[in-house]
């Protein structure tokens, strides 16, 4: 067997005129968790249903558990395991009976009462699936995606709703998966959950991967690991700021510039002698380390957050 769970060459989706993925490869090893980030319209949803098998490339190789959609359908439905953003539910059935009904479409898997019990639903199994709160439904829904022990699990926005307790506890489940050999393929919102989960990020826009790395390395892109955020009026020009000690680049946002820096003792002090011969007043200055987000938001020009806003 391959030791990729996901292999995917110069896959293309269109959609009459619009090319929704562009020539996108993908490797993802066993036993790996991989987070697909991109803004709205990026090609990472319709990437992903390909994966799954609900729609078809209109070209390009995909090889899920080391067999293709066309040759082994049965097969690897029978192998991974689907959690949705949103999962509609029978209401009138108990969270219990909706477990066991799942659980008869797979050959193997843990029992009811584990499933519940890795989602924290014990006390719910007999409640309606209509009663159940958002967070709760969410719980539900994973532990469907869970119930057939699957090799490979997709997770899209799997913590939205979920409280922060939940939302560690996912976490947890995330890291045992792995831990058993089991991949994961996460989108998310949430930058903080994709640095703790995600052993390689794949960022895609226009349909292309346009960065790929662990998130340590990611963050190392940007050339220097330190920001230093602030307003100047009036503005100082891109040249001066290029002066800086350990300068490695500058975004602007409005008003706000953002600098990347090795060194934060030597960089701020000079940026305030910079200032000082332009005769520009510092309204305000922060500094803080570079995340996930900031690599986003350099590459695509809009923060995580405000892109699954659209």
Do not use: I, M, N, Y
């Given at each position: 067997m391959s030791d990729l769970a996901i292999e995917v060459e110069r896959l293309v989706k269109r959609f009459g005129d619009l090319v929704a993925v562009?020539?996108?490869?993908?490797a993802v090893p066993a036993g790996t968790c991989l987070g697909l980030l991109g803004p709205n319209g990026a090609g990472k949803t319709t990437t992903v249903e390909i994966l799954e098998g609900l729609q078809?490339?209109?070209?390009?190789?995909?090889?899920?558990?080391?067999r293709s959609w066309d040759e082994a359908r049965d097969d690897i439905r029978s192998r991974i395991g689907v959690t949705l953003q949103e999962t509609r539910f029978?209401?009138?059935?108990?969270v219990e009976e909706t477990l066991t009904l799942f659980r008869s479409f797979y050959p193997r898997g843990p029992s009811v009462e584990t499933a519940l019990a890795q989602v924290a639903l014990e006390e719910k199994r007999g409640a309606r699936v209509g009663t159940l709160s958002g967070g709760q439904k969410q719980r539900l829904a994973l532990a469907v995606g869970l119930v057939g022990d699957p090799e490979l699990l997709f997770l899209d926005e799997p913590t939205t709703g979920l409280d922060p307790v939940s939302r560690?506890?996912?976490?947890t489940l995330i890291e045992g998966l792995k831990g058993r050999g089991r991949t994961v393929v996460l989108t998310t919102h949430y930058m903080e959950?994709?640095?703790?989960l995600c052993d390689d990020i794949v960022i895609v826009d226009h349909g292309k991967v346009v960065a790929r790395g662990t998130p340590e390395a990611l963050v190392q892109?940007?050339?220097?690991?330190?920001?230093i955020e602030f307003v100047a009026r009036p503005p100082i020009p891109g040249e001066a700021l290029s002066r800086v000690?350990?300068?490695?680049g500058r975004r602007e946002r409005g008003e706000v510039v953002s600098l990347s820096v090795e060194a934060l003792h030597e960089a701020v002090p000079a940026l305030l002698r910079i200032a000082d011969e332009h005769r520009s007043e510092?309204?305000?200055?922060?500094?803080?380390?570079a995340t996930l987000d900031d690599v986003f938001l350099a590459l695509t020009g809009r923060t995580l957050a405000e892109a699954e806003q659209g």
């Open positions: 562009d020539g996108l490869d993908l078809r490339a209109t070209s390009g190789t995909v090889r899920v558990l080391g029978h209401e009138k059935l108990t560690r506890g996912l976490w959950e994709a640095a703790v892109s940007l050339g220097g690991e330190q920001l000690p350990g300068f490695s510092l309204v305000r200055l922060s500094t803080r380390a």
